[in-house]
């Protein structure tokens, strides 16, 4: 296991059109975590799992947002019927161990026409 | 509420040495972090401080002080590929996610 992966690294969709991204945690990592990155910003909380539980969700993340992580390994970020201000980058996250620092993966950056 | 400050941008010139302040402001306190992130790519782990004093690790340093919601990363020996953001993050409590900072973007300069 060589880190967090995402899947896709790029998604280009139109206005209106739904997205699914996929995050796959390091291995035996039961906590795993969504940010959006903007250009310029740190990145923003959306949404924590820890196993299959969704524990905490952003007041940021609206209800076309939805995030599930099924049997406590990989998670899905669903965005519906996306805005151009969804445009980001999507950062996946897991962490494990007493200090729990976060290793992400590489990202999935959402541009949206 | 939760805040986090830190400098949007410096520049430092090759070989020299840098500090990057943070300061903080957060409802309970469980760790601060660090991270390094380029332009593009993943943020990485730098350090990671949860008692008050200073953490070294080659040419990174990390000091925190709890009691006045302050923290800096200090980088030695400067090197062009420091060009990075470096993410200042704070738990607030237990093990909850990560609030970060905007980052502040270092230049190295020749």
């Known amino acids: 296991d060589t880190g967090v992966s995402q899947d896709p690294r790029h998604k280009i969709t139109k206005r209106g059109q739904n997205v699914t991204f996929r995050c796959d945690p390091i291995?035996?990592?039961?906590?795993l975590y969504w940010y959006r990155q903007t250009l310029g910003q740190g990145p923003e909380f959306l949404t924590y799992f820890q196993n299959e539980a969704q524990l905490e969700k952003s007041r940021l993340l609206s209800d076309r947002f939805s995030a599930e992580r099924p049997k406590g390994s990989f998670s899905t970020l669903e965005i519906q019927r996306t805005e151009q201000g969804d445009s980001a980058m999507y950062l996946c996250?897991?962490?494990?161990?007493?200090?729990?620092?976060?290793?992400f993966g590489q990202g999935t950056r959402l541009t949206v026409v | 509420g939760q805040n986090i400050d830190q400098p949007t941008e410096m520049t430092a010139t090759e070989g020299a040495i840098v500090q990057i302040n943070c300061t903080y402001q957060?409802?309970?306190?469980?760790?601060l972090f660090w991270y390094q992130q380029h332009a593009g790519e993943a943020p990485t782990f730098l350090s990671y401080n949860v008692l008050d004093g200073l953490e070294e690790k080659g040419r990174f340093s990390s000091f925190l002080s709890r009691s006045k919601g302050y923290s800096y990363l200090l980088l030695k020996e400067l090197q062009m590929k420091d060009s990075a953001s470096y993410l200042c993050?704070?738990?607030?409590?237990?093990?909850?996610?990560?609030?970060f900072g905007k980052g502040t973007r270092l230049s190295v300069i020749a």
């Open positions: 996250a897991s962490s494990a161990g007493v200090h729990g620092e976060a290793f």
């Open positions: 957060t409802s309970g306190f469980n760790g």
């Open positions: 291995s035996e990592h039961n906590r």
């Open positions: 993050a704070v738990r607030d409590r237990g093990n909850t996610p990560l609030v």
